[in-house]
């Protein structure tokens, strides 16, 4: 099965850093989606792109958050710098718009910032 | 904000069926229902979608009234292995966000 890949899978950094996430999509999927999850809140959207064209990024906190997607193999979010509250599992999802099969999920990326 | 409303959790025991019903009453004409579930430490994982009266997979089957101002999810004889947290959700395949709710905790027993 096809699978979109996100690296790292644990992170833990100092705050302060910079930390940088990255998700390889299905190929041939046409929208991705970044989502944080927490205990608090969560499964929370923070952007999103089709056709590589950032769409929706009003979820992340814009002075520290950025996400890109510079090829259709790669999307990006990276956090400088990342702060405590920071920490929680990032998702990755890719698809297209009316698939019969829906998004699919990345394994995530478990971020601590200490 | 989650457009949809969906109990907070649920329990059953095995080989039971279990229907998780889930309210939308603003839904739009062009929106789909879309279940998901997640499973601990995992991402969540598409289950189902429809747009009204029934589908049904390997996994699942969903109701849709026509009304379509609420939807049902059906799972034939649960086992364990089904513990997990079940997401109803809007998507439309405009430009429209896909956004979670707080999802039903489903909790099978032996």
């Known amino acids: 099965d096809a699978r979109v890949t996100q690296t790292p899978r644990d992170k833990v950094t100092e705050m302060g850093q910079e930390v940088t996430m990255r998700c390889q999509p299905i190929l041939g999927h046409n929208t991705v989606f970044w989502y944080r999850q927490t205990m608090m809140q969560g499964l929370e959207l923070l952007a999103y792109f089709r056709n590589r064209a950032p769409l929706d990024d009003s979820g992340m906190p814009k002075d520290r958050f950025s996400a890109e997607m510079p090829d259709a193999t790669l999307a990006t979010l990276k956090i400088q710098p990342s702060e405590p509250r920071d920490s929680a599992v990032y998702f990755c999802?890719?698809?297209?718009?009316?698939?019969?099969?829906?998004?699919?999920f990345g394994s995530g990326t478990r971020l601590t910032v200490v | 904000l989650a457009k949809t409303t969906q109990p907070i959790s649920m329990d059953s025991y095995e080989g039971q069926e279990v229907n998780i019903t889930c309210s939308h009453n603003?839904?739009?004409?062009?929106?789909?229902i879309t279940w998901y579930q997640q499973f601990p430490s995992q991402g969540p994982r598409f289950i189902i979608q429809g747009y009204k009266t029934k589908v049904t997979n390997e996994v699942a089957s969903l109701f849709i009234p026509a009304d379509r101002k609420s939807s049902t999810l059906s799972l034939p004889r649960v086992s364990l292995s089904d513990t997990a947290v079940y997401y109803c959700?809007?998507?439309?395949?405009?430009?429209?966000?896909?956004?979670f709710g707080a999802g039903t905790r489903l909790a099978v027993h032996p």
């Open positions: 959700l809007r998507f439309s395949g405009g430009y429209n966000k896909l956004i």
């Open positions: 999802a890719s698809g297209s718009p009316g698939a019969p099969d829906g998004y699919t």
């Open positions: 603003n839904i739009a004409t062009n929106d789909y």
